[in-house]
């Protein structure tokens, strides 16, 4: 019975096939438009219209605005000789960087500049020193060239620094690394034994720790004391020392006491603060007229009040506000303003401060503090 039911679904299958109109199982694919022109092969990059124009001279009319002249393609061999070579450079990535040739890194070329470190921070003015001598200000510069520059340094015992550091800053030394062959000196003292070496010291600490800065610390760094050097003959331009900070009074006081912070931050917070307190101010007194007037309207009556002026009415409210009073703290005594004392001791208590009095040139009065011992039995 197997056998048989498959001899069925065969022989089914197969007069299905043979009815079966290929020609109307699939959508046929749009006509072409008049005029077009198969071609069975092109050649290969041939993508635009001048290269199909090329193939087929006659695609397109003479009339037709596509039409385009040209000459038939000439198609060579691969391999011929008569072919362009085509290599463009691979990976290119623009022009090749500028570096600075060995005749330019030599010393006859380099420019000399002069400082005038009176007034300065010593940071501020140590940075910028750095930054010449290894020419990171140059248009020139390379981190694998030396472009470099000559930096003088004159007045260096004019030289600054903000809070207690001339006081408290401390320099250590210690030349064959011995142990208990520490020398400490103070920046007051240095300044006026060897006003040279703070500058050194701080423009070292500035520069990267390398052979090749070591090298150019040395060489081009030329320090003095007072406002002449040896190398007017170099001509230095002048460096503009306004891009540099100066050390002022404002540089020791605290940011939020400075001048221009006071001016510019400060002062516009404090008269929105002002602002605010005084609205708040004004509603809550316009609130409490506002209840007065109500009470004594009510007191009055709305038929009195009726005519009579504003100003007056306010003025009788007044008055009356005030016989009021009177009459009720008539023989009473005047109310005394309640001290703050501590718990149990019953001592006063009192603002202390240690710049009381101190633009006076007073002292307070010392103030003899008792005990009251009848207060503590009581409680």
């Given at each position: 019975?197997?056998?048989?039911?498959?001899?069925?679904v065969?022989?089914?299958?197969?007069?299905?096939?043979?009815?079966?109109?290929?020609?109307?199982?699939?959508?046929?694919?749009?006509p072409?438009?008049?005029?077009?022109?198969?071609?069975?092969?092109?050649?290969?990059?041939?993508?635009?219209?001048?290269?199909?124009?090329?193939?087929?001279?006659?695609?397109?009319?003479r009339?037709?605005?596509?039409y385009e002249?040209?000459?038939?393609?000439i198609?060579?061999?691969?391999?011929?000789?008569?072919l362009k070579?085509?290599?463009?450079?691979?990976?290119?990535?623009?022009?090749?960087t500028?570096?600075?040739?060995?005749?330019?890194?030599d010393?006859?070329?380099?420019?000399?500049?002069?400082f005038d470190?009176?007034?300065k921070?010593?940071?501020?003015?140590?940075?910028?020193?750095?930054?010449?001598?290894?020419?990171?200000?140059?248009?020139?510069?390379?981190?694998?060239?030396?472009?470099?520059?000559?930096?003088?340094?004159?007045n260096?015992?004019?030289?600054?620094?903000?809070?207690?550091?001339?006081?408290?800053?401390?320099?250590?030394?210690?030349i064959?690394?011995?142990?208990?062959?520490?020398?400490?000196?103070r920046?007051?003292?240095?300044?006026?034994?060897?006003?040279e070496?703070?500058?050194?010291?701080?423009?070292?600490?500035?520069?990267?720790?390398?052979p090749?800065?070591?090298?150019?610390?040395?060489?081009?760094?030329?320090?003095?004391?007072?406002?002449?050097?040896?190398?007017?003959?170099?001509?230095?331009?002048?460096?503009?020392?306004?891009?540099?900070?100066?050390?002022?009074?404002a540089s020791?006081?605290?940011?939020?006491d400075?001048t221009?912070?006071?001016?510019?931050i400060?002062l516009p917070?404090?008269?929105?603060?002002d602002?605010f307190k005084?609205?708040?101010?004004?509603?809550?007194?316009?609130?409490?007229?506002?209840?007065?007037?109500?009470?004594?309207?009510?007191?009055?009556?709305a038929?009195?009040?009726?005519d009579?002026?504003?100003?007056?009415?306010?003025?009788a409210?007044r008055?009356?506000?005030?016989?009021?009073?009177?009459?009720?703290?008539?023989?009473?005594?005047?109310?005394?303003?309640?001290?703050?004392?501590?718990?149990?001791t019953?001592?006063?208590?009192?603002?202390?401060?240690?710049?009381?009095n101190?633009?006076?040139?007073?002292?307070?009065?010392?103030?003899?503090?008792?005990?009251?011992?009848?207060?503590?039995?009581?409680?």
């Open positions: 019975m197997a056998s048989r039911k498959s001899w069925q065969a022989l089914a299958f197969l007069a299905v096939l043979a009815a079966w109109n290929w020609s109307e199982a699939f959508v046929q694919s749009p072409r438009p008049a005029g077009s022109v198969i071609v069975e092969k092109l050649p290969r990059g041939l993508t635009c219209r001048r290269g199909l124009a090329q193939i087929i001279p006659d695609r397109y009319a009339n037709s605005p596509e002249p040209a000459e038939p393609a198609v060579l061999p691969y391999g011929s000789r008569e070579e085509w290599n463009p450079i691979p990976q290119w990535r623009g022009e090749k500028y570096h600075p040739c060995k005749e330019l890194q010393d006859k070329h380099r420019q000399w500049y002069h470190a009176e007034k921070t010593l940071g501020h003015l140590a940075k910028a020193v750095a930054l010449v001598l290894q020419g990171k200000e140059s248009p020139l510069y390379d981190p694998t060239r030396d472009v470099g520059a000559y930096a003088i340094v004159t260096c015992e004019r030289i600054r620094v903000s809070g207690k550091k001339y006081h408290y800053k401390l320099y250590l030394r210690n064959g690394n011995r142990p208990g062959h520490m020398k400490v000196e920046f007051k003292d240095l300044l006026k034994r060897f006003p070496r703070i500058i050194m010291r701080a423009v070292w600490g500035m520069m990267p720790k390398t090749a800065n070591r090298r150019i610390f040395k060489e081009r760094l030329k320090l003095f004391a007072g406002p002449n050097h040896l190398y007017y003959n170099k001509d230095p331009v002048e460096y503009p020392m306004h891009k540099i900070k100066d050390c002022t009074h020791n006081l605290r940011h939020r400075r221009l912070v006071y001016q510019n400060k917070k404090l008269a929105k603060e602002a005084t609205q708040r101010a004004d509603e809550w007194r316009l609130k409490k007229t506002k209840y007065f007037l109500k009470k004594h309207l009510k007191n009055v009556g038929e009195a009040a009726k009579v002026d504003m100003g007056e009415f306010i003025k409210a008055e009356e506000e005030a016989e009021r009073v009177f009459e009720k703290s008539k023989g009473l005594p005047l109310p005394k303003r309640k001290t703050p004392v501590f718990y149990k019953w001592l006063p208590k009192k603002k202390y401060s240690d710049n009381r101190q633009r006076k040139g007073l002292t307070p009065p010392q103030v003899k503090m008792e005990w009251k011992t009848e207060l503590n039995q009581k409680s």
